[in-house]
């Protein structure tokens, strides 16, 4: 191998990983803001003579956007949990706590927020997108990430996801750990990609056509599903004939999906899931300014998710409020509640979700550690 050969397997080695999922999670991020921007209003319904089109479109469409973070945390959820895709969980009640202990505070932080930012607000504005007063069940319900299916209220437009996530998480080491039980001392490698695929399958032909599943796991499971067999599909050290095998049990059961019932999500959920075997393993290049860009997008897409709804409503109500209601002003007024969302929630992602993650661990570790009186 030639020095510039050894060179250049050291510069793709040394680039960073998931790059383009970046790119997916940062553009996916920007479209679900602008979805509720268009969706709950009021600037919107004075800029819909302006831009009526792109309006109905962000309005409506928009909202799929949210299938590329489900796909995404499939793939994601493979890596971590069964890179190879072999059955087995060793200690699934400790995978559970920690995506919990990931999720969950940064995300009540923001529900307190969104509790306090709601009725200044409405000291401007009067909007069905308002939700009532705080209850302390509701917040206690949001804290155990079970709003949904207790029938609360949710106090932010994105609160649904994050308990959804928990629920696909939760999940999947519940297949995985079953998956292992059955197959004892087998190696069975199959085991769990067959698994997914029946999880998909019925998700899509069964769960995904009645919306009253909405608030549970199997609603959602086959845009999930997709991607933890898209990280078994890319996997460089299979076989082609297994990546073509996986790569069929992906698209089988969509399509039967897409000729009983078209849903655009599911079509979209597939299409990122084929990107994701092209592109998801990918190095990228860890400098320029568009990389960083992107990067950067990617790494708060999680905290603009969780802080947008609230910062987006106190905007609509000073622009409302304050400002003239023609089109051009409100249009101006949707580009400075995306423009705060951005900026909330990369404040948020650095002041609050980054050190929850640090401290959290370390005081469950502490209390663990404590010696039990009586």
Not at 20 to 26: F, S, T, V
Not at 78 to 103: C, E, F, I, N, T
């Amino acid at each position: 191998m030639t020095a510039a050969a050894v060179v250049s397997q050291a510069d793709l080695a040394n680039r960073p990983q998931f790059g383009w999922i970046n790119g997916l999670k940062a553009g996916a991020a920007q479209l679900i803001v602008l979805h509720h921007l268009a969706f709950y209003g009021p600037m919107s319904d004075y800029v819909q003579p302006l831009w009526p089109a792109l309006l109905d479109w962000l309005g409506g469409s928009a909202r799929i956007a949210v299938q590329v973070f489900l796909v995404i945390g499939g793939f994601l959820a493979a890596k971590s949990l069964s890179p190879a895709g072999r059955a087995g969980m060793a200690a699934p009640l400790q995978a559970v706590w920690r995506r919990y202990a990931k999720l969950a505070p940064p995300f009540l932080a923001a529900t307190l927020l969104a509790a306090v930012l709601t009725p200044v607000a409405g000291i401007w504005m009067l909007h069905d997108s308002m939700s009532a007063a705080v209850t302390l069940g509701q917040l206690s319900a949001h804290a155990l990430l079970l709003h949904g299916v207790l029938g609360y209220e949710s106090l932010s437009a994105g609160a649904w996801y994050v308990a959804i996530d928990f629920q696909l998480y939760l999940l999947t080491v519940l297949l995985l750990w079953l998956a292992g039980r059955l197959a004892g001392r087998r190696a069975l490698p199959w085991l769990m990609p067959l698994a997914v695929t029946a999880g998909i399958t019925l998700s899509l032909l069964y769960f995904n056509l009645d919306a009253d599943w909405d608030d549970w796991a199997p609603y959602f499971f086959g845009s999930y599903g997709l991607g933890m067999l898209a990280w078994w599909a890319s996997d460089p050290v299979r076989k082609p004939g297994a990546m073509t095998a996986l790569m069929g049990m992906m698209a089988l059961p969509v399509l039967l999906g897409l000729a009983i019932d078209y849903r655009s999500r599911i079509a979209l959920a597939l299409i990122v899931a084929c990107a994701l075997i092209l592109f998801g393993r990918a190095r990228t290049l860890s400098h320029g300014r568009a990389w960083n860009i992107v990067n950067a997008l990617g790494r708060i897409s999680y905290a603009v998710f969780l802080v947008h709804f609230p910062v987006s409503l106190l905007v609509n109500a000073l622009f409302t409020a304050y400002v003239p209601l023609e089109p051009a002003w409100q249009a101006l007024g949707m580009l400075t509640a995306w423009s705060a969302s951005l900026a909330a929630g990369a404040a948020f992602h650095r002041w609050v979700e980054v050190p929850l993650g640090r401290i959290v661990p370390l005081v469950v570790a502490h209390l663990r550690a404590r010696p039990v009186l009586g």
